[in-house]
């Protein structure tokens, strides 16, 4: 079903102009999907060259099932929302141009940090915009707004960039080219190749650390373990990839990993604060190899640092290959993700201190506290220079 846009009415576009779609899913074909209600996903755009352009907005409405049992929609919700908006995007930019059809897959996420929480009911406004792109990888600066639709109220809430190549249709092997943007000025195609540089020297320096493999825990030991250590809140998820999680390819969506990610951090957090808990950011996400349809995924965290007001957990992506199963189990994905621990007037609390066992944890921990100073730094840099 579409609704389209009156171009009469553009300055009423985000009250009156609406173009709904619905993204559909491999897993969405089959006839059992078919005969319920779908998700629709509000596309909101200008007219129809605006469309094909290089910027996008999604809206949602935040459900029940989006949420925590406070009502705080979840980060891996906002997650896979904003990696669906960057998947749109990054692919109708990939197409633009003759040759083979491809896909745009998920590289890198940088830091995204949330800056308020989201809530039931409220209105998720997703805005992505390509805003560098190199010979073969595209960069996609996404935002966040919520709306209260009862009254009006809107606030940001999230800013992410993403980074995708796009694989053609045809050799899911192949990378292929990225049809080149239109900058505004000189100075802004020079920012984006300088954190094209950054991104790119990251990722080769965290390709290789990705960490010994953890054995999956979905309940701790209660017997054995001390509250508070890292053995008693360190959880894991397994989850069968099916159609439903993958792209034209095959390939899981970067939005559907996310997603897992973010649940285990949320379990290990909870398990450790015993209180409700939001995630405050995520630092980079690095995907260092794709994971296919009817892979056996494993997705384990721990904490590996506590301030006062938030914790870290490191979480890992594990994929083991059921019909291909020479080919080993393999590191697909890692991140750190930020924890705050909330009263029920929604305000923060302060985190019980971590039990430390052992020199590894020792070392993780100081490695995530020289990780919270830099971050910290940063943010209070960026504060003095938007004074």
């Not at 989006?66 to 919700?77: F, L, M, Y």
């Not at 809107?154 to 960039?161: G, L």
């Not at 965290?206 to 890292?230: C, F, I, Q």
């Not at 007001?309 to 750190?336: C, H, N, Q, W």
Request: with cysteine.
């Amino acid at each position: 079903m579409f609704v389209r846009s009156d171009p009469q009415q553009k300055q009423h576009a985000t009250r009156l102009s609406l173009h709904i779609a619905i993204l559909t899913a491999p897993g969405d074909l089959r006839q059992d999907k078919l005969n319920k209600e779908p998700v629709i996903i509000i596309i909101m755009s200008g007219t129809q060259s605006q469309a094909t352009a290089s910027s996008l907005q999604i809206c949602r409405i935040m459900r029940p099932d989006d949420a925590n049992i406070v009502g705080n929609v979840h980060g891996g919700t906002i997650l896979k929302m904003i990696e669906e908006a960057g998947c749109i995007i990054g692919t109708r930019h990939c197409n633009t141009q003759p040759g083979d059809r491809c896909a745009a897959q998920l590289a890198r996420v940088e830091r995204t940090d949330f800056l308020y929480p989201m809530f039931i009911g409220e209105v998720a406004h997703v805005s992505a915009e390509i805003t560098y792109a190199s010979k073969h990888s595209v960069e996609v600066q996404v935002h966040v707004m919520s709306e209260n639709i009862l009254t009006g109220a809107t606030k940001m809430t999230n800013r992410a960039a993403l980074w995708y190549v796009p694989f053609s249709l045809e050799d899911v092997d192949n990378v292929t080219e990225v049809p080149p943007i239109k900058y505004a000025s000189p100075g802004q195609e020079e920012e984006g190749k300088k954190r094209y540089e950054a991104q790119k020297m990251e990722r080769l320096e965290t390709k290789e650390r990705n960490g010994e493999l953890l054995m999956p825990v979905s309940a701790p030991d209660r017997t054995t373990k001390e509250p508070y250590t890292v053995g008693f809140s360190q959880s894991s998820l397994i989850h069968l990839v099916g159609p439903s999680d993958c792209t034209l390819h095959g390939f899981v969506h970067g939005g559907v990993t996310m997603k897992l990610m973010d649940e285990v951090a949320g379990i290990v957090a909870a398990r450790h604060c015993k209180t409700n808990i939001v995630t405050a950011s995520v630092d980079a996400i690095n995907f260092h190899r794709k994971i296919m349809k009817g892979c056996v995924v494993t997705v384990s965290g721990r904490a590996t640092f506590a301030s006062n007001k938030s914790m870290e957990i490191e979480v890992f992506v594990d994929a083991d290959p059921l019909i291909e199963a020479e080919k080993g189990k393999y590191r697909a994905v890692t991140a750190f993700f930020t924890y705050i621990s909330l009263d029920k007037q929604g305000k923060p609390l302060s985190i019980p201190p971590m039990k430390l066992e052992g020199d590894g944890e020792q070392r993780r921990f100081e490695d995530g506290k020289m990780r919270y100073l830099q971050n910290k730094a940063k943010r209070l840099a960026d504060k003095e220079r938007q004074q």
